[in-house]
């Protein structure tokens, strides 16, 4: 088994063919560990070269609107208020700890992402 870290460009290129060769590989068979150790490998590299960052607490809940159909209108429902939920949604102001916690509770959006820091525009 010729394995080896992941160091340029081709390098993930040709583990990304390989991991496709062996898609449904049997675990526990060589071919099925040789895909488990090169996914592994694949996602060292990916994380070093092609980090994602997390979106702000903004950008987390309007992708959350936006997957299920919500508006600012609801938003403003859960924190029960239409123009803080504007003036949130527009940056102007920030997130406090009793709407992330109305958020939490109406949305079941996990606290932790929606407590990180973000820029207000203005």
């Known amino acids: 088994m010729d394995l080896f870290p992941i160091r340029t460009d081709e390098d993930h290129i040709n583990a990304l063919k390989e991991i496709e060769r062996l898609w449904g590989a049997e675990p526990g068979t060589e071919d099925g ?16 070269h092609f980090p994602i960052e997390a ?24 924190i029960g208020s239409q123009p803080r939920a504007s003036e949130v949604l527009k940056k102007k102001r920030s997130l406090n700890l009793a709407m992330i916690r109305k958020v939490t509770a109406a949305w079941k959006i996990p606290a932790e992402p929606l407590i990180a820091p973000y820029h207000l525009e203005g």
Do not use: A, C, K, W
């Open 33 to 48: 560990n040789r895909l488990d150790i090169l996914m592994d490998l694949v996602e060292h590299y990916e994380d070093q």
């Open 55 to 78: 979106p702000d607490p903004i950008e987390l809940i309007s992708l959350f609107m936006e997957e299920n159909g919500l508006n600012q209108t609801d938003f403003g429902n859960v």
